[in-house]
């Protein structure tokens, strides 16, 4: 464990500029696309869902800083996303859908009142739902990914910043001693970004390689 608190800092603020980045690849791509259907309804309300329980997690239980502003940039960010999925695609957009984006609202809401009541229990609470949240937000995308044999729409920055992100975490987590969640949860990351990571050489840098140049004449 680390007792410098220079060092402390610097990767507490390496560690969270990874992740408030993150997702500003997808957020360009969904806007020079103009649509977001490379990514999954479920993964786009599961990682919405995460960023939240992150921000209540990490103020009920008075993380560092770096972390605290970090959750408000990434959460701010993750909501541009949910922006673009009724701006772009509002036309696909069907009842069933409404209500799962107006449900999860409702939820989050009550959630967060729990944790205005009793901060260190529902704290706690929220930093265990997050490892759940975390371990199977992206398994609706790893899904569509599959069905579709196909990575349009979904940015290789945006899991690459989150994976490398989650790389770090790992190791910051045990030199802080920051609680179980954190290294449960980041562990997991680093895990399922190397599935992303054999998708995208599988359906896009594996076919590219295989497609024939055919030369002008």
């Known amino acids: 464990m680390i007792n410098s608190p220079i060092l402390t800092t610097i990767i507490t603020w390496v560690v969270n500029i990874f992740f408030s ?10 806007y020079k696309n103009k649509s977001v259907r490379g990514l999954s309804d479920l993964y786009i309300v599961g990682y919405f869902n995460g ?5 209540l997690y990490i103020y009920a239980l008075g993380f560092p800083v770096a972390y605290k502003i970090r959750a408000i940039i990434a ?3 993750i909501s541009i996303l949910i922006y673009q999925r009724f701006l772009y695609n509002n036309s696909v957009l069907n009842n069933k859908t409404k209500k799962l984006y107006l449900g999860n609202f409702c939820f989050l809401l009550f959630i967060a009142f729990l944790i205005y009541l009793n901060p260190i229990k529902f704290g706690n609470f929220a930093g265990w739902a997050l490892v ?3 371990s199977i937000y992206q398994l609706p995308q790893l899904l569509k990914v599959y069905k579709s044999k196909s990575v349009e729409g979904f940015s290789f920055f945006l899991i690459s910043f989150v994976g490398i992100g ?21 562990l997991r990351g680093v895990f399922v970004y190397l599935i992303f990571v054999s998708q995208f050489w599988a359906y896009k840098y594996k076919f590219e390689l295989k497609t024939p140049i055919i030369s002008e004449k």
Do not use: D
């Not at 989650?166 to 920051?178: D, K, P, S, T, V």
């Open 166 to 186: 989650n790389l770090i975490e790992f190791w910051a987590a045990y030199l802080l001693n920051l609680p179980l969640q954190t290294s449960v949860t980041a």
């Open 51 to 55: 960023y939240a329980f992150n921000v």
């Open 21 to 30: 980045i993150a997702v500003v690849p997808q957020v360009y791509l969904n």
């Open 132 to 134: 759940i949240i975390w």
């Open 75 to 77: 959460f701010f960010v």
